[in-house]
């Protein structure tokens, strides 16, 4: 049986429309699924006492509603900042004295922490980073402590967000920020 040539036209147009509302349909859709998650919380602006940009500390935070600093002091000569976001650790940042009879170096003190790779170790030895953490030796011309050297140590848990590029920028301007500080100035 033969169809009409308006039928059968009427039918791709009807087939066109609908093809048409479907695509748009799904476009609409996705769109609105892949726009990135939000923070609702402001990103601070110092870290464990250190006032940083929070353009630094950014990168590594997820979203979430709520962020919070928590200090500690788990042994002598460690100070430890949290950051977690919804309750979940994001980062955790350590200003630590070790002994100079322990020979620490960036690498040994970056064995010492979970997500602290050396993938990258400078040219002078002075500090190693990856995506996920840092150790870096604080240039102190008078430290706090004699016969002791600072490190700052950054890490990064499987719930933060790594980054390589801004994890050298963060550990570099708390390092000198660090050096700064009273734990450069001995108390005489």
């Given at each position: 049986m033969e169809q009409h040539p308006l039928t059968n036209s009427r039918l791709n147009e009807r087939s066109w429309w609908i093809a048409t509302l479907v695509t748009a349909t799904l476009a609409l859709g996705l769109t609105g699924c892949s726009g990135e998650a939000e923070r609702a919380y402001k990103t601070p602006?110092?870290?464990?006492?250190?006032?940083?940009?929070?353009?630094?500390?950014?990168?590594?935070?997820?979203?979430?509603?709520?962020?919070?600093?928590?200090?500690?002091?788990?042994?002598?000569?460690t100070e430890r900042c949290t950051v977690r976001v919804d309750g979940e650790s994001a980062m955790v940042a350590s200003q630590e004295w070790w002994d100079e009879a322990s020979r620490a170096t960036p690498q040994k003190v970056a064995s010492a922490h979970a997500h602290v790779e050396p993938?990258?170790?400078s040219e002078d030895g002075r500090h190693v980073y990856s995506s996920r953490g840092a150790a870096w030796k604080v240039s102190c011309r008078e430290p706090q402590r004699s016969k002791s050297e600072l490190f700052i140590v950054l890490q990064i848990p499987e719930s933060g967000n790594p980054n390589e590029d801004a994890m050298k920028k963060l550990a570099e301007a708390y390092a000198q920020e660090v050096a700064f500080s009273d734990k450069c100035v001995r108390n005489n």
């Open positions: 602006a110092s870290l464990c006492g250190v006032s940083l940009g929070s353009e630094l500390l950014s990168p590594f935070l997820p979203p979430g509603s709520t962020i919070s600093v928590v200090p500690s002091t788990p042994v002598d000569g993938d990258h170790v």
